[in-house]
């Protein structure tokens, strides 16, 4: 039962233009959201997170949406840059869980010159 | 170097051997986390330990592997008896505390032929 879906395997985006990455959960618990970034044989690295009390987290280039009635989060890249390449990962936690994170499988992007 | 240390960070073994895998938490730091990832999968949960303590192995197969973080020394995952099915990329994290950014080490690649 995954309760964390990121149903886009892989994105191609072009160079400048907005990367959109979609997550969606089915734990009405979730309380946190992340969004990890991982480049190949590297571990994750934290890019931006957005509490259930907000619908909206910025952070330079990055944002983040969250959806609370749709159980649905984003992440917005704009504009996106080569060096963005890489695989996104989508997390959620919930206090009745001790805040373990539960993953989304993750989406590779792309960005093309 | 401050960060989440792993090591080996590559690792081949035989059909019945035994894997071990190290992690060193950033400093300071005293919860640690263990995932595993398949290819083509995301980030799979194992285990959350604290030192001395395991607090959730709800992710941990409940045979041949186990895990420890002892009062001294790194966090140790233990494969006893690895099948080919083994064959993972093991990543450690740690935090300060239960809820927010993990940090994670580049990653242990275990083969096993």
């Known amino acids: 039962d995954q309760q964390v879906k990121q149903n886009s395997p892989s994105l191609s985006v072009q160079e400048g233009r907005i990367s959109i990455l979609n997550c969606d959960y089915t734990?009405?618990?979730?309380?946190?959201f992340l969004w990890y970034k991982k480049y190949p044989a590297e571990g994750p690295t934290f890019l931006i997170s957005i509490s259930s009390i907000k619908d909206k987290n910025e952070d330079g280039r990055f944002t983040v949406f969250l959806n609370k009635s749709a159980k649905h989060l984003s992440l917005h890249i704009v504009p996106s840059q080569p060096g963005d390449s890489a695989v996104y990962f989508c997390?959620?936690?919930?206090?009745?869980?001790?805040?373990?994170?539960?993953w989304g499988a993750g989406t590779k992007l792309i960005i093309k010159p | 170097n401050a960060g989440v240390m792993q090591n080996p960070r590559h690792l081949v073994r035989r059909r019945g051997q035994e894997a071990r895998l190290r992690c060193s938490p950033m400093k300071g730091h005293s919860h640690v986390y263990w995932y595993r990832q398949l290819p083509e999968e995301g980030l799979k949960f194992m285990v959350y330990?604290?030192?001395?303590?395991?607090?959730?192995e709800s992710g941990m197969p409940k045979e041949r592997f186990s895990a420890e973080f002892p009062k001294e020394g790194p966090s140790i995952l233990r494969i006893q008896q690895v099948v080919r099915g083994d064959s993972a990329a093991y990543f450690c994290?740690?935090?300060?505390?239960?809820?927010?950014?993990?940090?994670f080490g580049e990653g242990s690649r275990l083969t096993v032929l």
């Open positions: 997390a959620a936690s919930s206090m009745d869980s001790n805040y373990q994170l539960i």
């Open positions: 734990n009405s618990m979730f309380d946190y």
């Open positions: 994290a740690s935090s300060s505390g239960q809820l927010g950014e993990l940090f």
């Open positions: 330990l604290q030192k001395e303590n395991i607090i959730d």
